[in-house]
């Protein structure tokens, strides 16, 4: 593909939230009018209040607005846009899409569509991995569609077996299969599902990885033919594929796996012609110390801040920069990993109650911050919590020079960190990272069930729950109001620490 190198005018950020605001910011640094849409539930999202523009393309429902490709191409028309950046989620792996921004004369800030499309295609993907001599799990490689020819070619496969949907992927259209006998009938079962879900019923099998580790590495490759590895993300601590906290370096890690690791995500890539930024996944058993590619991710990931912490590069500047046609500057050896981060998912969802999604009002907020901490939000307060979309609200980030320094600091932070009147997962974060299997870097998939499963605050609240956020408030407004105004030396006058400075969310909840 020849390489275009066209100077971005103007950026259309089709997302919202925490990512929306993320892009804003690169887009100002770079001196590059930032444009973004927004559906009729977030006319007053951050997003909204920070972007240079801003073009409501619809009503709530994701379908209907940030899902809706017209729309999104209508709004970059309408601001005079000449390039789109998706963020993760909603379109960003959507090659329609990604071909549609082409077609319409727009600058699509992700890797080309057909890369999209090879990756978002398991079976297609295992199929060009496996020619590039990539390591892929075992299982069934090809079009094997047809269920007997599937049944003849697992047979070889020690089970349990995982069988999974091509049109699948992040743990959507996964069956174990513990027993051979039951083979056809969760093949059929998968399809069928498969099928109804992705309009796709193509399934594929592959032997379970044990335990395994989820490590990612981060690539950037530009339009010239470089290509790079930013090291790995370990993403093993989820909750029903849903990610709770990610770090980098992996504690799995020797420096040679690293590297080979590193080669063959950048070979990975480059089998599929990928431009732009992408991260390719693997599973890594720990006994026997070996790596399986799994999937391609393509687009920036949410968990992408401790990469940029650990090696000073910002990635999405990077994105902007290669998709409008400059050649990459870094090179493999100029990069180093240094320190530790740590990232957690402040998400609205209650985990006393199962990680039930909780929506209403922000009464209070006080974010952390301070030095080797980042807090990547989308959230203030009097900010109205939606269920119309993904439940994360913001992404707490810790450096460090060591891990345990960055787990400290994460502990702290977390505790500093102050939202009432919705429920987050915050406490439930910092008992995580003080559990002692976190602390040994005992970080598999199956952490959270195996650790976790019996956690209830151990902060001191009264039986009936005690009072409710908005007493809390109150309270603490009658209390900060009580303290004189001190006048300084200089004149200057100075109010009084609010109580959640002084002594944190968790001492006014249970003792005050
Ligand atoms: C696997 C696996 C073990 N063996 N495939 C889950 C998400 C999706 N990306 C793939 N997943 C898995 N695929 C084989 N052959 C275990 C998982 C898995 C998992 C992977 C990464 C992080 C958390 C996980 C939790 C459960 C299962």
Redesign the pocket.
Known sequence: MPAKKKKIKKILIANRGEIAVRIIHACREMDIPAAVIYSEADRTSLHVQLADESICIGPPSPLESYLNIDAVIGAAKKCGADAVHPGYGFLAENADFAERCVKEGLIFIGPPAQAIRDMGDKVESRRIMESAGIPV?P?TTGAVGKFKQLLKAASSIEPP??V?ASAG????G?RIVDNMADLESTIEAASREAESAFGNGTVYI?????N???IEFQVLLDQHGAGIHLFERE??I?RR?Q?LVEETPSTALTPDVRRIMGETAVAAARAVGYQNAGTV?F?FDDKKKEF?F??MNTRIQVEHPVTELTTGVDLVKWQIRIAQGEPLSLTQEGLVQRGHAIECRIYAEDPTAGFMPSSGKILYLQEPSGPGVRNDSGIYDGYEVTTHYDPILSKLVTWDETREGARLKMITALENYVILGIKTCTLFLRDLLAHQAFIDGKTN??FIPKYMSEWSSKTWRPKDGGPPDEVLVAAALMEYLAKPIATGGDGVQERAPTPWQTVGRWEIGGGA
């Open positions: 799990v299982g077996l995982f999974k992927g992040g743990g959507k996964m592959e032997k379970v990885i044990e395994p580790r989820h993403c093993s989820q594929h990610k996944e599973l399986y799994l999937e998939t199956d």
